[in-house]
């Protein structure tokens, strides 16, 4: 169980040796949608992104828009607005990519895997029925330039949808 999260772990430390630690979740903050970033979604309790190193196709990080680390931190409307997102995404996933299943999960700390520690984010990833062994994963990393944008693209309606749906 322990490394559930972190098959993409290599691909983002040797980024990370590349160019100066800024906090992901930060970077663009006034910005609610970039394809740039691969940011699907940000409004002022949570924000979305595509994962540069999925898992799987469409594997989604969800944080609250607040720079927090520890889970005690988060006010009872960010906790509430970012369940309420896992279960949009969630929504908006299965209308795409027909999964059979979900993987959604929560590294806290460097040592269960979190690749951004001090910032809180779940993990919501599709699955489909004999979907990865290590070999498929890796295969993953290396092949997602071109296959993320089109994800992006793909996405980006439903989340944008989300703007006008409620406040
Ligand atoms: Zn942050």
Not at 30 to 46: G, N
Request: proline share 6%; charged share 25%.
């Amino acid at each position: 169980m322990k490394n559930l999260w972190t098959p993409w772990r290599m691909a983002y430390i040797r980024e990370n040796n590349q160019q100066e630690k800024k906090c992901l979740f930060e970077a663009g903050a006034e910005k609610k949608q970039e394809k740039e970033s691969l940011l699907l979604y940000r409004d002022p309790l949570t924000v979305v992104f595509l994962n540069r190193f999925p898992y799987a196709n469409g594997h989604l990080l969800l944080a609250p828009s607040r720079h927090i680390g520890d889970i005690n931190d988060l006010l009872p409307e960010e906790g509430g607005a970012l369940f309420d997102m896992i279960r949009k995404s969630v929504a908006i996933l299965k209308k795409h990519n027909d999964p059979d299943g979900f993987n959604i999960g929560l590294n806290l700390g460097t040592i269960a895997g979190a690749g951004y520690p001090d910032h809180l984010h779940f993990h919501v990833v599709p699955r489909w029925e004999g979907d990865h062994n290590f070999m498929a994963v890796l295969a993953e990393v290396r092949t997602i330039p071109e296959h993320i944008e089109n994800t992006f693209d793909l996405l980006l309606p439903d989340f944008q949808e989300l703007f006008s749906k409620h406040k």
